[in-house]
């Protein structure tokens, strides 16, 4: 559109903005889509203690959970949604992929998805995400990011007190993901214990880093990234109870600085993806003071049981002696993926381990303390920081801190109720520690309560009813064991117990169809 200007020649007139009223038509549109998912979900449960969900009409067995099918197939299946177009699909065109997206994708919303070490998020989840993409900044400085900075500061500052952690420099930094903090954590270790690596590189030092057996693989992918050699991970043995031996630990660290490597970093466990299993970190830490070790916490899964004293008591005991922590509000306390933190006892080495000169970007004072730094992202390798902190915030906000008390709680009352209800069946061998550690629950179906010898046989098994529980509503996961893979269900405070009875129930069920 053009019009004349007062010298005869065409002036372009722009077009008045429109953004909101777009804004406000798409999301109506995209909220009838949601909805009625979430819905469904809360529908399906009133089912589950039947042992098999509501049967919904689709391409293939389908319930609220989720229609399932192979890659390939769901490929050809979506094919027209897969397709990038030079012409626009408008709304219309979008409201179309994203119905598909909600077909073939997995409900976590539903009560079945008992798969992973995390859940559904909730209402105030849904509104953290969208108050996000409506800022649509970087959490990197404060200029562009100022109230979204002090979140940062005040909740990360908030969580490492609940560890006891030093009052006068303790702190912390979000983080995509607890592998993310994992291998930050270990970074910052080398960093402090070693500052002329800060600049020079490993040099003479051929570093050893441990880890317990039952470790997150996320310590080995960092070394192998970070230029330290996933060979130089060395895996410590664990007892009965899947915890961390402390008098193997100090054996490996002697051995290895007999052969003239540098031991310089644990990652202790609280709460190992299998198991659930705490390592004992008092007497962990006792050895890494004598030996010039960074004790690092991965609590990306357990570490939220802090919220419950009553069960943090024995699990945490010792946490506040560590260097650094990693916890996932996303996963046990259910706030969106992703909402990671790694917490530090003395946030003044996080800074002087990761600071860099970039006066183009960072305006932080020389030499000021953590306290006065505000430029986040010259304290985190990452500079795109998307403000995942504000999430866990508006939930305590929204909740208070006594709900994820409760949650935590809830959530290891339904683990020994699952338990329990195995053990009574009398048709499972469970192989989870007593008390339980943690909220997963690891067992393998043996009719009679007899497992046979064949491991493969055993494997074949646990595979067959897991994929057949699916089609149950129910999704479940295993791992690999010394009698073959077994099961391994992850409970909330949000499962139902309703929805467990019918777990078993489906278990028994599904097994007796496939001929077990």
């Known amino acids: 559109m053009s019009t004349i200007n007062g010298n005869g020649v065409a002036a372009e007139v722009e077009v008045p ?83 598909s997206v909600l ?27 969208l108050l996000l993409a409506t800022l649509n900044t970087n959490a990197h400085v404060y200029q562009v990011s100022p109230a979204l900075t002090l979140i940062e500061k005040h909740t990360t500052k908030y969580l490492a007190s609940l560890f006891n952690l030093p009052a006068s420099t303790c702190g912390g930094i979000s983080q995509p993901g607890g592998s993310a903090s994992n291998a930050t954590a270990i970074v910052v270790a080398r ?83 299998v198991h659930g299993s705490f390592d004992p970190f008092t007497a962990l830490s006792s050895i890494c003071r004598a030996h010039n070790i960074w004790l690092h916490i991965d609590g990306s899964w357990g570490g939220p049981v802090i919220f419950s004293p009553q069960h943090a008591a024995s699990r945490l005991a010792g946490a506040h002696l ?69 999430k866990f915030f508006l939930a305590l906000r929204y909740y208070g801190s006594t709900h994820f008390s409760q949650l935590v709680a809830r959530g290891f009352d339904n683990a020994e109720y699952l338990l329990a ?38 494997s074949k098994q646990t595979e067959q009813i897991a994929k057949k529980l699916i089609s149950r509503g129910f999704m479940v996961d295993y791992a690999p064991g010394e009698k073959g893979k077994f099961f391994r269900v992850v409970v909330s405070g949000n499962t139902r117990k309703g929805t467990l009875d019918g777990l078993v129930k489906a278990l028994g069920e599904g097994a007796g169809e496939l001929g077990y």
């Open 421 to 458: 209800k195995l053990k009574d069946a009398g048709d499972f061998v469970t192989l989870s520690p007593e008390p339980l550690p943690c909220l997963q629950v690891c067992f393998y179906y043996a009719k009679g309560g007899e497992l046979g010898a064949d491991s493969q046989a055993n």
């Open 322 to 390: 560590a260097n650094s922590i990693t916890i996932n509000p996303h996963k046990m306390l259910g706030v969106p993926m992703t909402c990671s933190f790694l917490l530090g006892a003395d946030m003044n080495a996080f800074y002087r381990a990761l600071t860099l000169p970039a006066g183009y970007l960072f305006h932080n004072a020389p030499g000021a303390a953590v306290d006065d730094i505000y430029d986040l992202a010259d304290l985190t390798p990452q500079c795109g920081r998307r403000a995942d902190a504000l």
């Open 103 to 129: 077909k073939y994708s997995v409900n976590t919303w539903d009560q079945g998805f008992l798969d992973k070490l995390y859940a559904s998020t909730n209402a105030v989840g849904l509104v953290s995400e």
């Open 191 to 273: 960093n402090t214990l070693y500052p002329e690596t800060k600049t020079d590189g490993n040099g003479a030092h051929r570093f050893t880093i441990f880890t317990s057996a039952h470790g997150h693989y996320s310590v080995e992918k960092a070394a192998n990234l970070y230029g330290l050699g996933s060979k130089n991970v060395i895996s410590v043995p664990v007892d009965d109870s899947g915890r961390m031996i402390p008098e193997e630990f100090e054996r490996l660290v002697k051995e290895s600085q007999d052969r003239g490597e540098t031991p310089f970093f644990l990652n202790a466990t609280a709460g190992t993806t």
């Open 17 to 99: 903005l429109n953004r909101a009223d777009e804004v406000k038509d798409l999301l109506t549109s995209l909220q009838d889509l949601i909805i009625p998912f979430i819905a469904s979900a809360d529908e399906d449960a009133k089912t589950k203690h039947t042992g098999h969900s509501l049967q919904i009409p689709g391409g293939g067995p389908r319930t609220t959970l989720v229609e399932h099918h192979p890659p390939k197939k769901l490929e050809s299946i979506l094919s027209k949604e897969l397709e990038i177009n030079e012409g626009a699909g408008g709304k219309d065109g979008l409201m179309g992929v994203v119905e």
